[in-house]
């Protein structure tokens, strides 16, 4: 057989193609069971807490990564009624899905509800809320070193020795560690004297809030700092202030950001000057990550923290951070944790 010029060319030009297709092949075959065929896999997210810009970000980073993988997710959402998020675990049992992620909720009524998920045999993570259940890894925004964040600013802004009004309400995980590390600034602190303490999750949990807090400020005129560490909180508060005509003589610090609360912190005068934040839509991503690394076999770990970031006004104003994409693509290290990142992971943000 006479092998032409022509033939050598194709054989070169298929040997290339093949050289080029092997990295792509070799992705595929190593992305682990069952993503290697995605579609089969199924997930739910049962949540408690909706209501507010930082869930709706948590929901699209949730979304994104569960298209990245190419999976089918459930959303069933329970707007805060304990026994309801304890029946659509329940659901999602029946459903026969994959894997479930509990987003917040009350110990007592969703420790039980994941044992029998995890009995079922579905893969289980939690987000902000403890189930009490070393199956089961636990996704954190590392609620003390927020709180740290933001508590360490306001010394810094404000002195060792100052009044404070604080804002909230046990049972709720995130809120019950951000409280464990206000509790052991006020031990260090002695000059801190927390005058007044108040909060709840009614919806709509901000003007709720602000309807307590316009009491609070009446009654003590004399409050230096307002500790509000959730972002809904800090906007109640920030509204009770506004009113007050006390937007000079109280400072807000508080936890957690949006687009909207970027406008907030940057109105002329405004008295919320800083907060301590991670992204909710990475956090969204990262509690998918994590469960699907379990679905592959794989362990993301008993405790998987996003670590966060300080945000104050004089960031926002600096920089003309106005949105949460500005505020992402100026400060990097808030658009992506590396966190329950497997090489086979694909990342949505690229």
């Not at 506004?242 to 970027?262: H, P, Q, R």
């Amino acid at each position: 057989m006479r092998i032409s010029r022509r033939h050598l060319g194709r054989l070169a030009a298929g040997l290339m193609g093949a050289t080029l297709l092997w990295p792509a092949l070799a992705a595929a075959q190593d992305k682990p069971a069952p993503f290697d065929n995605p579609g089969d896999v199924e997930i739910a997210l049962v949540r408690y807490l909706s209501t507010g810009d930082f869930f709706q970000a948590y929901l699209s980073g949730v979304e994104a990564q569960a298209k990245a993988l190419g999976v089918n997710l459930r959303v069933l959402d329970s707007r805060q009624d304990a026994a309801l998020q304890s029946d659509m675990v329940d659901q999602a049992i029946a459903l026969g899905v994959d894997g479930i992620i509990i987003q917040h909720g009350l110990t007592e009524s969703m420790k039980d509800a994941a044992q029998r998920a995890v009995d079922a045999g579905i893969k289980v993570v939690a987000f902000d809320v403890n189930v009490e259940n070393p199956a089961i890894p636990q996704i954190e925004q590392s609620d003390r070193d927020l709180a740290r964040l933001a508590l360490e600013q306001a010394v810094k802004d404000n002195g060792e020795a100052w009044k404070a009004g604080y804002v909230y309400v046990a049972g709720i995980a995130p809120l019950d560690r951000r409280d464990e590390t206000w509790r052991e600034f006020k031990a260090k602190y002695p000059g801190i004297e927390e005058v007044a303490q108040f909060g709840t999750l009614d919806n709509p949990i901000a003007n709720s809030v602000a309807n307590q807090a316009r009491s609070v400020v009446t009654a003590n005129p004399d409050i230096q700092v307002m500790f509000a560490p959730y972002d809904e909180f800090a906007k109640g508060v920030k509204i009770a202030v506004d009113e007050a005509g006390l937007s000079s003589s109280i400072k807000i610090y508080s936890a957690d950001i949006s687009t909207a609360d970027i406008s907030a912190m940057r109105e002329p005068g405004s008295a919320w000057v800083a907060t301590a934040a991670t992204n909710p839509a990475v956090v969204g991503q990262v509690s998918v990550r994590a469960l699907a690394m379990l679905l592959a076999g794989e362990e993301p770990g008993a405790s998987v923290i996003v670590p966060p970031t300080l945000i104050t006004q004089a960031d926002l104003n600096d920089q003309d951070i106005k949105n949460m994409e500005e505020l992402s693509a100026k400060l990097p290290q808030f658009a992506h944790a590396d966190v329950a990142m497997p090489d086979w992971m694909p990342n949505p943000n690229e």
